[in-house]
């Protein structure tokens, strides 16, 4: 199973950005996913997760300004962030506990694309 996460950039603080993360390769079934960040000199965090049936969570820090969802369908999760703000900066990570076919589930983790918020 790969991830490839996309959609990061550099927007002003205030912005909005978009993050996919594609899930490939031979899948037999995913169950939650999530994103995660990780900014200079700091630990990797949970920013929101999903499960297979769409029920979301999200870290106090961006309720209300981010959304996460998926399309099971593509084996896609999404990213919907706005308002961002300068300490959103960091390096997001898409994370999916997943089973490849005849395999049983195990944790998956994408490469990772930079979001830079400007103040």
């Known amino acids: 199973v790969q991830l490839q996460a996309s959609g990061g950039g550099l927007v002003q603080a205030g912005g909005s950005l978009r993050l996919s993360c594609a899930a490939s390769?031979?899948?037999?079934?995913?169950?939650?996913m999530g994103w995660y960040r990780q900014a200079p000199g700091k630990q990797r965090e949970l920013v929101a997760t999903i499960t297979s049936a769409g029920r979301p969570n999200y870290a106090d820090s961006v309720k209300g300004r981010f959304t996460i969802a998926r399309d099971n369908a593509k084996n896609t999760m999404y990213l919907q962030m706005n308002s961002l703000k300068p300490e959103d900066t960091a390096v997001y990570y898409c994370?999916?506990?997943?089973?490849?076919?005849?395999?049983?589930?195990?944790?998956?983790w994408g490469q990772g694309t930079q979001v830079t918020v400007s103040s």
């Open positions: 994370n999916a506990d997943a089973a490849p076919y005849g395999l049983g589930y195990y944790d998956f």
């Open positions: 390769g031979s899948i037999f079934s995913i169950h939650a």
